[in-house]
């Protein structure tokens, strides 16, 4: 399977605390991308880190790549309890646009 | 801007009634278009997909199907549902590959 995977699948952390979460996946992609998910809601896109950068940074969020390992984090600094919520990896692999998304990790910010 | 609209947010079908559900995209012109499948706790699984007018790809081989009638159109479909047809199905469109996709707001799918 070409889907990515996610770790840890669950976070639990205080507010004010950093929270990473680590994306694996197999194949050689185009770019990776960190999407976030509200109870019973839609995918919210946070960031799209192309395969030829290796950081991007976007507010309270940081992305990294390494093409070499197939592997992405994602930092959340100074968490909020509005940033509770399932965070996903998705990963594009051809010119049509299509995603592969991970498990995604449940992260929970506690006031 | 643009904008994504999937309706109904929530839809309740007996086994073996048919499925249309509708997704529609304003302020773009000739997006691509995806179709989702969530189970629950799960990661999304694509269903199909469109970069144009009456073009669709299937990803999996299932009891659903997809139509796209106008540019910002794109339409689910079932003849005749099955239980495992269930989950929360998600729509999105994005202006080209290399380049982030937008979701709707989902409809929740519950087979009686």
Sequence with gaps: SQQGEEDPQALSIQ?????????SYKTSINNLQWY?????????HL?????NEREKHSGRLR???DTSKKSS???????????????FCATEYDMRGKLIFGQGTELSVKP | SQTIHQWPATLVQPVGSPLSLECTVEGTSNPNLYWYRQAAGRGLQLLFYSVG?????????????A??????QFILSSKKLLLSDSGFYLCAWSGAWNQPQHFGDGTRLSIL
């Design chain 1, 73 to 87: 984090s994602l930092l959340i600094t100074a968490s909020r309890a509005a940033d509770t919520a399932s965070y």
């Design chain 1, 63 to 65: 992305v990294t790549l």
């Design chain 2, 53 to 65: 007018i009456g073009q669709i790809s299937s990803e999996v081989p299932q009891n659903l199907s």
């Design chain 1, 36 to 44: 976030r998910q509200n109870s019973g809601r839609g995918l919210v």
């Design chain 2, 67 to 72: 139509s796209r009638p106008q540019d910002r």
């Design chain 1, 15 to 23: 507010e004010g605390e950093n929270a990473t979460m680590n994306c």
């Design chain 1, 47 to 51: 960031i799209l880190i192309r395969s």
